[in-house]
């Protein structure tokens, strides 16, 4: 996935949507000459994996997600602002990289 171990990491948030990661994984599909896989999914990875199924089942045989539970999108606020709304603020989020606005 964009920005761990040693991949690249292009700049700004705009290019971390499950659109552009969903696109990474059908690269590597694409690359490796996979028509479809067995996707197993871990953690952030998993949250991945159910957009994957989603925005390309045709690519997917099935999918096992360890974890994580399915967390549809919501249109009321991003993931950070309703964590930091539900746990009355009680969460920490780190980055090795500079932050950027969520909210």
């Not at 000459?33 to 949250?47: L, N, Q, R, T």
Request: net charge positive; glycine share 10%.
């Amino acid at each position: 996935m964009r920005g761990y171990g040693d991949s690249s990491a292009p700049e700004g948030a705009n290019n971390y949507t499950y659109l552009h990661i969903v696109g990474d994984l059908i690269g590597l599909l694409d690359a490796l000459k996979v028509e479809k896989a067995f996707v197993v999914g871990h953690d952030w990875g998993a949250m991945v994996s159910w957009q994957l199924v989603i925005f390309r089942p045709d690519r997917v045989i099935a999918l096992a997600n360890l974890s994580v539970y399915y967390s549809p999108r919501n249109p009321n606020g991003s993931m950070v602002t309703l964590m930091r709304k539900y746990s009355g603020g009680n969460i920490i989020c780190a980055s090795s990289r500079k932050a950027e606005k969520y909210s």
